[in-house]
């Protein structure tokens, strides 16, 4: 098995699920593949063998993944020093066979399902996939593994923000994570109280938020505001704000430009709050620990029945599986006629294009 992609909260207990599904129910042997297809293009492929002995303890608990993970270098498009691609892919299969490797369990995102489904297509070897992502933008699952945990520690945030803000009258503006979908802004900032959520989905319009920011101030007589803005929320007309970084999108900045222009629309102070990867890192809540476990023992069983191309998913509160090809290549955006967008609504939550 190997975990590919950011990290995120919850991915050693769904390695250890595997391990204890894979060793107890049917004595099979567990390899883990160390920083994913990196791991596998190392000469010798960098594996560690995974026993049970080694869950005894606290990896139940812990953040991030014993195993290691990449987001970038796909075998298929590997970048190659002075710049350009190769396609590596047929070392990752060699290496696949050379380990006598039976089936692979990975634990990714949308991207990372896509390269391993196609690398395992190629070598023949069965494989399942695990979704996680803090952003929980697979399709055909309702949660990814880590998203529950990092709404969790923004709405912890907001907690903590909305009591300083009442104290010196400020508007506060938290970024949260989330590239492609809003729905950790959504989620957490339904949670946290805000009175103002901007997501990717919802091109904002600058003149609506301060509408909203003079009816709090002024109308409601409230002495300060919430706002929360996902990294890739954009104005009507703009783009994200995001700066390249050795090939890869880096989101950021938002954040400082709505609390500088909100500032000028309405003379309030604002101040601004960044988590980063804070949202990926930490304890895994207990509803991410029991998705993980279940998605982890899911996988294994798959596997036995000789299912390949599946991804295991959560839906309708109970553990299935889709096949992959309904997952690789779609997106997973807020519905923006769904419960939690009526929620928000029903709140008088200002989404950005109101007013
Ligand atoms: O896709 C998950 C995610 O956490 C995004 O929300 C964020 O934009 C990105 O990963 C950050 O990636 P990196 O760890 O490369 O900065």
Same mark, same amino acid.
């Given at each position: 098995?190997l975990?590919s992609?950011?990290?995120?909260?919850?991915l050693?207990?769904?390695?250890?699920?595997v391990?204890?599904?894979?060793v107890?129910g049917?004595?099979a042997?567990?390899v883990?593949?160390?920083d994913?297809?990196?791991?596998?293009l190392?000469?010798?492929p960098r594996?560690?063998? /995974?026993?049970v002995?080694?869950?005894?303890?606290?990896?139940?608990?812990s953040g991030?993944?014993m195993?290691?993970?990449?987001?970038?270098?796909?075998?298929?498009?590997?970048?190659?020093p002075?710049?350009?691609?190769r396609?590596?892919?047929?070392?990752?299969?060699?290496?696949?066979?050379?380990?006598g490797?039976?089936?692979?369990?990975g634990?990714?995102?949308d991207?990372?399902?896509r390269? /391993?489904?196609?690398?395992?297509?190629m070598?023949?070897?069965? &494989?399942i996939g695990?979704?996680?992502?803090?952003d929980n933008?697979v399709?055909?699952?309702e949660f990814?593994?880590?998203?529950h945990?990092?709404?969790g520690?923004?709405?912890e945030?907001?907690d903590r923000l909305?009591?300083?803000?009442a104290?010196?009258?400020r508007?506060?503006?938290?970024e949260t994570?989330?590239?492609?979908?809003?729905h950790?802004?959504l989620?957490?900032? =339904?949670?946290g109280?805000?009175?103002? +959520?901007l997501?990717p989905? +919802?091109?904002?319009s600058?003149g609506a938020?301060?509408?909203?920011?003079?009816? =709090?101030?002024?109308?409601?007589?409230?002495?300060?505001?919430l +706002?929360v803005?996902?990294?890739?929320?954009?104005?009507m007309g703009?783009?994200s704000?995001?700066?390249e970084?050795?090939g890869?999108?880096v989101?950021?900045?938002?954040?400082?430009r709505?609390?500088?222009?909100?500032?000028?629309a309405?003379?309030?102070?604002?101040?601004v709050t960044v988590?980063g990867?804070v949202q990926?890192g930490g304890t895994?809540s207990s509803f991410?620990?029991a /998705?993980?476990s279940?998605?982890g023992?899911?996988a294994v069983?798959?596997l036995?029945?000789g299912a390949t191309?599946?991804?295991v998913s &959560?839906w309708?509160?109970?553990i299935?599986d889709?096949?992959?090809?309904?997952v690789v290549g779609?997106a997973?955006?807020?519905?923006?006629?769904g419960?939690?967008m009526?929620?928000?609504r029903?709140?008088d939550i200002?989404?950005?294009?109101?007013?």
């Open positions: 098995m975990t992609g950011g990290d995120c909260s919850g050693n207990a769904a390695i250890r699920a391990v204890k599904r894979a107890h049917y004595g042997e567990v883990g593949i160390l994913s297809t990196e791991g596998l190392a000469s010798p594996t560690m063998n /995974l026993g002995d080694l869950f005894s303890g606290a990896v139940l608990r991030g993944t195993l290691g993970t990449v987001n970038k270098g796909n075998p298929f498009d590997y970048p190659i002075g710049g350009g691609t396609d590596r892919s047929a070392e990752v299969v060699k290496a696949i066979h050379d380990l490797i039976d089936g692979l369990i634990i990714g995102g991207g990372s399902m390269i /391993l489904h196609g690398l395992m297509e070598a023949e070897v069965p &494989f695990i979704p996680k992502t803090i933008d399709p055909m699952t990814a593994i880590g998203f945990t990092a709404v520690v923004v709405t945030a907001m909305q009591p300083t803000a104290s010196h009258h508007v506060m503006i938290m994570m989330g590239r492609q979908a809003g950790i802004a989620s957490a900032g =339904i949670a109280g805000a009175d103002v +959520i997501i989905e +919802i091109p904002y600058i938020v301060a509408t909203k920011l003079r009816d =709090i101030l002024l109308e409601e007589r409230r002495n300060h505001a +706002i803005c996902a990294e890739a929320a954009r104005p703009g783009d704000h995001f700066v970084q050795s890869s999108v989101y950021g900045g938002i954040g400082h709505l609390g500088q222009e909100l500032h000028e309405t003379g309030a102070e604002t101040r988590l990867h990926r895994p991410d620990r /998705l993980a279940s998605f023992v899911h069983d798959l036995a029945t191309g599946r991804m &959560f309708d509160g109970g299935r889709v096949a992959l090809d309904e779609k997973k955006p807020v519905n923006l006629n419960s939690r009526r929620t928000a029903g709140l200002c989404m950005g294009n109101d007013g």
